[in-house]
């Protein structure tokens, strides 16, 4: 199905993540197709479709999400699909979310160390890695307008009611497997976030028309 090959494990992944698309509740699938119809306008417009995924911190969710859809936009083959992240304030790509991503089938690499390192994401051999690091949502990497803002966490979809240039906005939030670090549940649960967010965002590119 892929315009590109994935990874094996992530193959294996999104086969086994695409069996649990009838789980998904109907509200959540309303929200979804808020997702999905913005990929689909822009899309039949032949136009660049950018998503910026955004969060308090730019460390767990919003950065899993954006690495999730770069890669369902490839294996459902949907062109010019930019996906770009960020937060309310810039701290660091959490390492317990890059290790479940890693576990999830994701090659992940740090190419720079530091207080807030930069990664390199693969999903597929045959297309260029993604640059992840920790940035405000307005940083210069990302798109300064038409693009559209998904809101990963209720604390920055309620404390942040402008997103400038936004051409749309999504609140697809998600709970935070932050409370979960330094327990015996910690690995569990970032796995559990990882699932539930891909599943997610796949079933939102797989209702995507050819």
């Known amino acids: 199905m892929s315009s590109a090959p994935l990874l094996p494990k992530l193959e294996r992944k999104i086969a086994a993540l695409t069996q649990t698309f009838?789980?998904?509740?109907?509200?959540?699938?309303?929200?979804?197709?808020?997702?999905?119809?913005?990929?689909?306008?822009?899309?039949?417009?032949?136009?660049?479709?950018?998503?910026?995924?955004?969060?308090?911190?730019?460390?767990?969710?919003?950065?899993?999400?954006?690495?999730?859809?770069?890669?369902?936009?490839?294996?459902?083959?949907?062109?010019?699909?930019?996906?770009?992240?960020?937060?309310?304030?810039?701290?660091?790509?959490?390492?317990?979310?890059?290790?479940?991503?890693?576990?999830?089938?994701?090659?992940?690499?740090?190419?720079?160390?530091?207080?807030?390192?930069?990664?390199?994401?693969?999903?597929?051999?045959?297309?260029?890695?993604?640059?992840?690091?920790?940035?405000?949502?307005?940083?210069?990497?990302?798109?300064?307008k038409d693009f559209a803002a998904v809101m990963t966490c209720s604390h920055a979809d309620e404390n942040c009611p402008l997103i400038i240039g936004a051409a749309k906005r999504i609140a697809l939030t998600y709970d935070d497997p932050k409370e979960f670090d330094g327990t015996p549940f910690e690995s569990e649960k970032y796995a559990e976030r990882v699932d539930e967010i891909g599943a997610e965002i796949l079933f939102a590119f797989s209702k995507v028309k050819p």
């Open 22 to 144: 009838p789980k998904i509740s109907d509200d959540r699938k309303s929200i979804l197709a808020e997702l999905t119809e913005y990929v689909q306008n822009g899309k039949k417009k032949n136009e660049s479709i950018r998503l910026n995924f955004i969060c308090t911190h730019n460390s767990r969710r919003s950065h899993i999400s954006q690495i999730w859809a770069q890669a369902a936009a490839t294996f459902y083959g949907t062109p010019h699909v930019e996906c770009f992240s960020g937060g309310t304030e810039a701290t660091a790509f959490n390492p317990r979310a890059a290790a479940a991503m890693a576990s999830a089938g994701f090659d992940i690499s740090m190419v720079k160390a530091g207080a807030n390192p930069v990664y390199e994401v693969r999903f597929s051999d045959s297309v260029p890695p993604m640059t992840i690091f920790s940035k405000r949502f307005d940083d210069p990497f990302n798109p300064p």
